[in-house]
């Protein structure tokens, strides 16, 4: 695992760099820092070591970041916590943005551009299942990406099982989230009531679930290749909006393309702009330019797209 972690490092050139490196106290955490620290010297890296303390589970919590402190402490690397307030609210998805907006604001403290992070294959696995009962498509598949700037998961082609079994070997101590086996939460649902079921159907299922993934994810690549070149005709890059610096849409060429090929330029344009870009609203904003030489559509309360002669575009009202 430390020899696959230092060829992770070769890969994306992370040498004589500041890193963070996101510790929550779990075993998946503890390992990636353990090993982080292994490298440090060979690397030329400054780590350092950055948590979150979500505040949901009183003194659990508060120990867990007493924890990670000790430990940072004991590897002589620097330490950077905040605590949220009692008043976000306690879902998957309040905990997650939090996450990130730290890791933001931490990013910018140190004036860092590389996060890592302890994702492992079973998150992976579990991730896509969610998003499969959930809805999604096909860019969906590739579910959580080894990289996406400044974000680093090292530890992602690894099952948990196989992180276990290193800190069991090499004496790592970790905490363990009492909330983890709270089935209320979807993503803990899927760990332990239906990832378990997937797996007497093949006991490589996490294996094979991630192959897929691995595939999805180089399709994706292609894809956006394909599509940066099919927007360089569809889009008028020299007329933008003011607003939200989208490039007006030249209709005629839009229309010129596949049905499925519109959906996608879709998707990417409102990216960052539609809340949700299901399938519904794609197929929405699609019928109306395909319908609309003259008109106007509401994205959001004051966020409007408007077709007009050949050109269609967003504005403000």
Known sequence: MIKAAAEFLKKYNIEEKTVLAAVSGGVDSSVLL?????????????????????????RESFDDMEFVKSFAKDLGLEFYFETLEDDIKKTELSAREA????????LKKFDSNICF????KNDNVETLLYRIIKGTGVLGLSSIPVVRKPFYRPLLNFSREQIENFACENQIEFRVDSSNDDTKYKRNFIRQKILPEILKINDCALDSIGSLINIAAEHNEIMEDYLAIVEKEVF??????FTHNRPLIIRDKFLSLKPALQREIISRYFKGLLKN????????????I???????LSINKDTFLKSWKNGVFLYKK
Not at 236 to 241: A, R
Request: hydrophobic content about 35%.
């Open 34 to 58: 353990f090993i982080l620290n292994e490298l440090k010297e060979e690397f030329k890296l400054d780590i350092k070591v950055v948590h979150l303390n979500h505040n949901w589970r009183g």
């Open 99 to 106: 996450r990130y907006e730290f890791f933001e604001r931490a």
């Open 117 to 120: 992070l302890a994702h492992n």
């Open 236 to 241: 008028d890059l020299n007329c933008k909006d």
């Open 277 to 288: 870009r299901d399938n519904k609203n794609i197929l929405k904003i699609q019928n109306f």
């Open 290 to 296: 395909i319908e609309n030489e003259a008109s106007t």
